[in-house]
T-cell receptor
């Protein structure tokens, strides 16, 4: 089955700096890669996702890049703010083509991001 | 709010107790999921229901019993649990379909379970 590795496990940055979190996956058939943010006492919330037909996607201060050849994808947060502090999870799944997709996401271990004011 | 609610938010139970976790989604989705989140481990998929049919049981012990009476509600019945079952149990929902891409999963806030 799919295996997703996420690094680093903890990341500490100063406000205004950039933060980068990296994930690798094992199954070359995976074609959907979401990123979730989990704040204390809440469930994970989707912040951005990318599909295998694109190499990069941006949404304001957040961007995700995908390298299918190397089987890795990364989350980039620019101009970090204290409210960005949370646990971030990457995930990967295979969306069946022509069949029914049942959303079998495989998650990374998570990265605790701390942004110091 | 994500449109997915879970009750109770916190639960303490003994190993001989029977309890149930409830999840409700208000998003009109057709797929619902149970995940287990333990400290320092990735989220583990436990069960998947699509159109009320269980489509995935990820080798979960029989002391966890899911129930999906309709597309909006999902239960997780617990009995004779072990202390190592203490974790955050998350429910999620999504809209799945034939030939469509993976759709976003929306998570509830979770139930923090402690087994004594």
């Amino acid at each position: 089955g799919e295996n997703v590795e996420q690094h680093p496990s903890t990341l500490s940055v100063q406000e205004g700096d950039s933060a980068v979190i990296k994930c690798t996956y094992s199954d070359s058939a995976s074609n959907y890669f979401p990123w979730y943010k989990q704040e204390l006492g809440k469930g994970p919330q989707l912040i951005i996702d990318i599909r295998s037909n694109v190499g990069e996607k941006k949404d304001q201060r957040i961007a995700v890049t995908l390298n299918k050849t190397a089987k890795h994808f990364s989350l980039h947060i620019t101009e970090t703010q204290p409210e960005d502090s949370a646990v971030y999870f990457c995930a990967a799944s295979i969306s069946s083509a022509g069949g029914t997709s049942y959303g079998k996401l495989t998650f990374g271990q998570g990265t605790i991001l701390t942004v110091h004011p | 709010e994500t449109g997915v609610t879970q009750t109770p938010r916190h639960l303490v139970m003994g190993m001989t107790n029977k309890k149930s976790l409830k999840c409700e989604q208000h998003l009109g989705h057709n797929a619902m999921y149970w995940y287990k989140q333990s400290a320092k481990k990735p989220l583990e998929l436990m069960f998947v229901y699509n159109f009320k049919e269980q489509t995935e049981n990820n080798s979960v012990p029989s002391r966890f019993s899911p129930e999906c009476p309709n597309s909006s509600h999902l239960f997780l019945h617990l009995h004779t649990l072990q202390p190592e079952d203490s974790a955050l149990y998350l429910c999620a929902s999504s809209q799945e379909g034939r030939g469509t891409y993976q759709e976003t999963q929306y998570f509830g806030p979770g139930t923090r379970l402690l087994v004594l």
